[in-house]
């Protein structure tokens, strides 16, 4: 079923997002741990400084980039929060589904649970339920 299919690329996007948003909070967390260098850095071989090099302060590249993750995460967290409305409204849909096919589908797909067992909700032999299913994977695509 296509609406499976829909329904599955959509939780590995969730998926996705989430795992983005563990590792942008590890980094900030890194980030703020480390303390920044107090003395002006520069590369020297004598007791001359190296003047053509732009000196750029560490505590600014450190604000910079905090300032980039929390923006970057505001940013996910409110794309993952409108993918979880629509999950959630995905699986309303399907779980009134009709057709034994759709109701097979939504319990195996969604709620996952076994043949054996959704045979057992809908009140079916095992062995029919697995023919549904195995005659729905031969059948053609329309």
């Not at 905090?66 to 699986?91: D, G, P, S, W």
Request: glycine fraction near 4%; aromatic fraction near 8%; charged fraction near 35%.
């Amino acid at each position: 079923m296509k609406a499976i299919q829909l329904y599955h690329d959509l939780v590995t996007d969730i998926e996705m997002y989430e795992i983005r948003i563990r590792e942008l909070e590890r980094e900030l967390m890194w980030i703020q741990r480390m303390e920044g260098p107090r003395n002006k850095l520069v590369a020297k071989y004598s007791d001359e400084p190296v003047t053509h090099f732009p000196h750029i302060p560490l505590d600014r590249l450190y604000n910079e980039r905090i300032r980039k993750i929390h923006e970057e995460i505001a940013r996910i967290t409110e794309l993952l929060e409108e993918k979880r409305v629509v999950k959630a409204k995905m699986e309303a849909k399907m779980r009134n589904m009709k057709s034994l096919e759709g109701r097979i589908a939504y319990l195996r797909y969604v709620e996952g649970k076994t043949l054996k067992e959704i045979a057992h909700e809908l009140g079916y032999s095992a062995g029919y339920i697995r023919n549904v299913v195995s005659n729905k994977k031969k059948a053609p695509a329309s």
